[in-house]
Protein backbone atom coordinates (compact mmCIF):
# COMPACT_ATOMS: atom_id res chain seq x y z
CA UNK A 1 0.00 0.00 0.00
CA UNK A 2 1.31 3.39 -0.83
CA UNK A 3 1.73 6.01 2.08
CA UNK A 4 -0.88 8.59 2.48
CA UNK A 5 0.13 11.96 1.68
CA UNK A 6 -0.53 15.23 3.41
CA UNK A 7 -1.88 18.12 1.37
CA UNK A 8 1.04 20.54 2.51
CA UNK A 9 -1.32 23.62 1.93
CA UNK A 10 -3.37 22.69 4.48
CA UNK A 11 -0.79 21.58 6.62
CA UNK A 12 0.38 25.45 6.63
CA UNK A 13 -2.66 26.39 7.21
CA UNK A 14 -3.59 24.76 10.31
CA UNK A 15 -2.36 22.87 13.31
CA UNK A 16 -3.63 19.94 15.34
CA UNK A 17 -3.78 20.64 19.58
CA UNK A 18 -2.81 18.34 21.60
CA UNK A 19 -6.40 16.95 22.52
CA UNK A 20 -7.00 16.46 18.19
CA UNK A 21 -8.88 20.00 17.81
CA UNK A 22 -7.83 21.69 14.61
CA UNK A 23 -6.60 25.83 14.94
CA UNK A 24 -5.99 28.51 12.24
CA UNK A 25 -5.08 31.67 12.15
CA UNK A 26 -7.63 34.80 10.87
CA UNK A 27 -7.44 36.75 7.89
CA UNK A 28 -7.12 40.38 7.58
CA UNK A 29 -4.68 40.73 10.98
CA UNK A 30 -1.47 41.90 8.72
CA UNK A 31 -1.84 45.42 7.42
CA UNK A 32 -3.77 48.28 6.60
CA UNK A 33 -4.26 48.00 11.04
CA UNK A 34 -5.57 52.16 10.93
CA UNK A 35 -8.97 51.60 9.90
CA UNK A 36 -9.72 48.25 12.33
CA UNK A 37 -11.22 49.16 15.29
CA UNK A 38 -9.34 47.67 18.88
CA UNK A 39 -11.86 45.53 19.30
CA UNK A 40 -11.28 44.27 15.58
CA UNK A 41 -7.95 43.73 16.11
CA UNK A 42 -7.96 42.18 19.15
CA UNK A 43 -10.25 38.95 18.02
CA UNK A 44 -7.79 39.11 15.39
CA UNK A 45 -4.89 37.68 16.86
CA UNK A 46 -6.62 34.94 18.89
CA UNK A 47 -6.90 31.12 16.92
CA UNK A 48 -9.88 29.98 16.55
CA UNK A 49 -11.15 26.41 16.36
CA UNK A 50 -12.58 24.72 13.12
CA UNK A 51 -16.22 23.80 13.09
CA UNK A 52 -17.18 20.60 13.49
CA UNK A 53 -18.75 20.76 10.43
CA UNK A 54 -15.37 21.10 8.55
CA UNK A 55 -13.52 19.01 10.87
CA UNK A 56 -13.62 15.58 9.23
CA UNK A 57 -12.77 16.98 5.99
CA UNK A 58 -9.68 18.86 7.15
CA UNK A 59 -8.91 15.40 9.41
CA UNK A 60 -8.87 14.04 5.47
CA UNK A 61 -5.94 16.35 4.45
CA UNK A 62 -4.14 16.32 7.46
CA UNK A 63 -3.70 12.69 8.14
CA UNK A 64 -0.39 12.33 10.10
CA UNK A 65 -0.86 15.34 12.09
Known amino acids: ?5 TNRSAAKRFKKTGTGKIVY ?17 RSLRKSPIVHLS ?12
Do not use: Q
Not at 31 to 38: A, D, E, G, Q, V
Not at 54 to 65: A, C, F, I, W
Open 54 to 65: NMRTLKLLLPNG
Open 25 to 41: HKAFGSHILSTKSRKRK
Open 1 to 5: MPKIK
